[in-house]
């Protein structure tokens, strides 16, 4: 009944449907129209009648397609690939890591380890011929980025962002209704506690549904994707631009996905994170009466996470602060790779998401409890 009764009182705020909108309107005119590329479209429009595997047939397909200046332009753009994983080495990114970061001891070997491992998923690469997959052909990496490193960054951010809205406000309601002392008076008040976390949380990804679920039904609206969605994330056309490398590599993920698998395996991994934002403002908002200056504290708790890193510069202290929620969001187009040069450890999505989870939890926990033991005035 409580938890109910919360849920409710959060679903109908007027912050919250004003939020919510605002965000929409944002990502409607900033996001989405920016991603638009007419080549992209007309490569997606193509694969509908050639499929998305390159080769011969593929070659073969696009000669008969109408004769313009798009198709002329598809036909070389795609013509005699190879698949890019065929003998490729990954020991070089590591070799140039360690040289170029001054890297020893453990932090060297566990960058050596890393991609020692990845070297068996370019080899399942090879062997299957993964990365002859038409993708967007040359707009690949634009559009790709657009999707997950625009798109997907901003609603994520804006995600968590609601979340340790939503959860501060429930918490400090009573504090800003003068209510506290009544509602906190009994066991049975302090109890509550429980119920505003479960409803926050809850009303937090209902409203990532909704604002991930709007923007994306109209990015895709604009931007269609034909048979693009069965083609490899780790086409030849997909690139990772590694200033330490020196050069562009393949963006080379660590299991098989579709450009619609990776989309849903991001959003989970997103979802997830959405719940990290939630423990995190809930321990905060615990402590702290005030709604406000618990926000505050929140963003300058990520803003610290951030910050840790550039001042232990390639020591572990800046690796483990990568697995902060914080990066993870900042990390969010390399989700499911290496990661680049600032990972030590596989999965580190995975990884640090779990960590978060089962850290800021324990968090919550002990908060909860010392707050029911704590002087309510």
Sequence with gaps: MLFRLELKKILLSPMLIVFLALCLGFNLLIAIPGAYDEYASFVAGASKTAGYKLGAQFEEKIRKLEADEMRDYL?????????VFDGYDTAYIADAYIRRLNLSGYAAEAMRGKYAALQNAADDKAFTDESLTVYFASSTPDKHFGLHGITMRVLIAQCGILAALVMLLSLGYEHMSRTSLTVYAAKTGRNILRHKMLASISAALIAFAV????????????NDYGNIWKSSVSSIYNVIDDLLVGASRPFLTWQSYTVLTYLLAVLCIAAFLTVCFSFMAFVIGVWVKNSYVGFLLFLITNAGCLVIAI?????????????????????????????GADILWKNFEILGVCASLILLAGL??????????????
């Design 311 to 339: 001042m232990f510069g390639a020591r572990l202290p800046a690796y483990l602060s990568m697995l902060t929620p914080a990066w993870l969001w900042l990390k969010q187009p390399l989700w499911f790779t290496d990661g």
């Design 75 to 83: 036909a070389e753009d795609t013509a005699g690939k190879t698949d």
């Design 364 to 377: 919550c926990v002990f908060s909860a409890k010392m707050f029911k033991k704590r002087d309510i005035i």
């Design 211 to 222: 604002l991930i679920g709007l923007t994306l039904l109209a990015y895709f609206q604009i």
